[in-house]
Nanobody, 128 residues
Framework: VQLQASGGGLVQPGGSLRLSCVVS????????MAWFRQAPGKAREFVAA????????LYRDSVRGRFTITRDNDKNTMWVRMDTLKPEDTAAYYC??????????????????????WGQGTLVTVSS
């Protein structure tokens, strides 16, 4: 299973970006996926997760209302649309997928240890 994240870049505060995560080697249908991020000198933190069906999602408080996570199981792809970006959103963003189907909600969706496969990360820099 391979994940390819893309879409990062330099954006001014208040701007928008859309990150993509394309999965190969297995269908993503039924498997929870998520975005995490890691800023320099900080621990990896949860950003957003989406259930295997795409019908449910979770967000960390600081991005709720600004970020939108979506997926297309037919395209084996997940996205996160990031609006009203702030300097504190600057980080490397990683996409991950769980290996057990149908697991959703609570701590299991917010913990990076519950994700078994990861993309290489795409850098988002929010700066004027």
């Amino acid at each position: 299973v391979q994940l390819q994240a893309s879409g990062g870049g330099l954006v001014q505060p208040g701007g928008s970006l859309r990150l993509s995560c394309v999965v190969s080697g297995r269908t993503i249908s039924g498997y929870t996926m998520a975005w995490f991020r890691q800023a320099p000198g900080k621990a990896r933190e949860f950003v957003a997760a989406i259930s295997g069906s795409g019908l449910s999602d979770l967000y960390r408080d600081s991005v709720r209302g600004r970020f939108t996570i979506t997926r297309d199981n037919d395209k084996n792809t997940m996205w996160v649309r990031m609006d009203t970006l702030k300097p504190e959103d600057t980080a490397a963003y990683y996409c991950g997928i769980q290996s057990k189907p149908g697991v959703w909600g609570g701590a299991s969706s917010r913990s990076w240890q519950e994700y078994d496969y990861w993309g290489q990360g795409t850098l988002v820099t929010v700066s004027s």
